[in-house]
């Protein structure tokens, strides 16, 4: 891949999350300062099979920083899995001349991109676009921030609620493989208990832990559970609480997709906005098929064949803390 990059395809691939329009918005207006051609590709992959594909310019991507989801639109593609749907998105491409991709999304997208990279010679830039902060080679994931603060915000109200009836609340949020959102707003809530794909729940330890808050008359206490615990979620948990628990009067909360939407933090807006423009300069500078991070506040680049088999692990320590702090 030593060819020049003259025209850019930028799109957002798999779940919503806030800060993919600041990354649009980047990618777009540097590329155009570079003297490139930009091209919005709606719907992710599906948009480039379909051929829903549409020129870019400088206010195209007015005033929309400060919105949630993307402007692109976003899917997941069935079709893209196989080889004939990536052989006519590739045909799209190469009838409008694009010769370079900037995909914002998390693993699946990376996945596909490096495989019709591979297959078609097109250079792939990756952007973590994700809530969930479960890709390795990045402190910050696009849209983790506001997602975790957005739960920090319900978990503040439940909890006055919780104060006022003497009160056990089992919140869910989201996590389906990871507990990032779980383990940051669950220790910035103060939560008793934290449960995350990561780490087997002991249902009995739990038990006992809520047991022993009970004895010392401790009656307000918020369990924070993410959506993928392999116990089954706060409702599975919730059953065995009660069951065991019969005196507590406990409540359930699922924050669901609430925590996708609305206007992205700062620090996602900052980190979208350096990832976009990093982006289009790997492409100028011959570095093709990355994922753009950032670590200790500087650009980092891993290969997207790494990006796609690394994931972030929590460590004992951050477990450790949760115990501590809410003794």
């Not at 870019?56 to 989801?69: F, L």
């Not at 609480?241 to 996602?268: A, E």
């Not at 990093?278 to 064949?305: D, Q, Y």
Request: glycine share 12%; proline share 2%; aromatic share 6%.
């Amino acid at each position: 891949m030593d060819k020049q990059v003259t025209k850019i395809g930028v799109l957002t691939s798999g779940g919503d999350s806030p800060g993919m329009n600041a990354a649009v918005r980047a990618v777009v207006r540097t590329g155009i300062y570079y003297g490139m051609e930009i091209f919005g590709i709606m719907r992710g992959y599906s948009g480039m099979i379909e051929n829903d594909i549409v020129p870019m310019h400088s206010r195209s991507v007015a005033n929309i920083i400060q919105r949630g989801g993307t402007i692109l639109k976003t899917a997941r593609c069935k079709e893209f899995f196989g080889y004939e749907g990536r052989k006519k998105a590739h045909s799209n491409l190469k009838k409008l001349g694009i010769n370079g991709l900037v995909i914002v999304g998390g693993d699946g997208s990376f996945r596909g991109a490096h495989q019709f990279s591979e297959e078609f010679d097109i250079p792939c830039i990756g952007l973590p676009g994700t809530i969930d902060k479960d890709i390795a080679g990045t402190d910050f994931t696009i849209g983790f921030d506001t997602a975790v603060n957005t739960a920090v915000e319900a978990i503040d109200k439940i909890r006055d609620t919780a104060d006022a009836h003497d009160r056990l609340f089992i919140i869910e949020v989201m996590g389906r493989d990871a507990g990032y959102i779980a383990l940051h707003s669950g220790i910035a809530t103060g939560a008793e208990n934290i449960l995350i794909p990561e780490r087997k729940t002991d249902i009995e330890e739990l038990i006992s832990s809520l047991q022993e808050k009970e004895k010392r008359k401790k009656l307000v206490n918020l369990v924070v559970v993410a959506e993928g615990d392999n116990f089954g979620g706060s409702d599975e948990v919730a059953k065995v609480v009660k069951q065991r628990l019969p005196n507590v009067d406990t409540r359930v909360c699922v924050l669901g997709h609430i925590q996708r939407g609305g206007s992205p933090s700062c620090l996602d807006r900052v980190i979208a906005s350096r990832m976009g423009y990093s982006a289009v300069e790997c492409l100028m500078e011959g570095r093709f098929n990355v994922m753009v991070g950032i670590l200790n506040n500087k650009m980092h680049f891993t290969p997207l064949e790494k990006a796609v088999k690394a994931k972030q692990k929590i460590g004992d320590e951050w477990m450790k803390i949760v115990k501590i702090l809410a003794s």
